[in-house]
């Protein structure tokens, strides 16, 4: 985990004028869901996670991780659950993922196994999701060290 200590995300501070909200174009409303957490389908939530990762996105990471209660963010602490986002933005370092065929597991949870690729290297792991409150979905879990190569420094 030390790799991981060197790649923290920052944050830049936003100006007092700073749009607080989606963008709304004349011939583009926001998206539906704008504004909700988890995602529409178990694809989607699976997608979401891995786009938030790719992003080092923790706001977006937590809108989407949870469990049948709905986000991690309204039921755990946040100063512990940002800690195991920091850690976890280490294993996001790919340039391409492909999500596979899902597969139904124990409690509506469904599996989907995911390659992440970062230049020559590709791992596949997998993701966890399930159904949680207001019939969005959650990614629960992933297997974070059928990846750990994503931690480590890239050959030059």
């Known amino acids: 985990m030390a790799a991981c200590s060197s790649n923290k995300p920052t944050t830049q501070p936003q100006p007092n004028n700073a749009p607080t909200g989606p963008t709304v174009s004349n011939n583009n409303?926001?998206?539906a869901d704008a504004g909700m957490t988890g995602a529409p389908?178990?694809?989607?939530?699976?997608q979401a996670f891995l786009d938030a990762?790719?992003?080092?996105?923790l706001q977006a990471l937590s809108a989407v991780w949870g469990s049948n209660q709905g986000p991690l963010r309204n039921t755990e602490d946040r100063a512990k659950l940002e800690k195991r986002e920091l850690i976890m933005m280490?294993?996001?370092q790919f340039?391409?993922?492909s999500i596979g065929s899902p597969k139904a597991a124990a409690g509506s949870r469904v599996v989907f196994p995911v390659t992440l690729t970062r230049g020559s290297i590709?791992?596949?792991t997998t993701i966890t999701t399930m159904p949680g409150p207001g019939s969005r979905w959650y990614v629960?879990?992933?297997d974070l060290p059928k990846i750990e190569a994503f931690c480590q420094k890239p050959p030059n």
């Open 122 to 124: 590709a791992r596949t």
């Open 140 to 142: 629960e879990t992933i």
């Open 90 to 92: 280490c294993f996001f």
């Open 53 to 57: 990762g790719k992003a080092q996105d």
């Open 41 to 46: 389908t178990a694809r989607d939530a699976a």
């Open 95 to 97: 340039n391409t993922d």
């Open 29 to 31: 409303p926001p998206p």
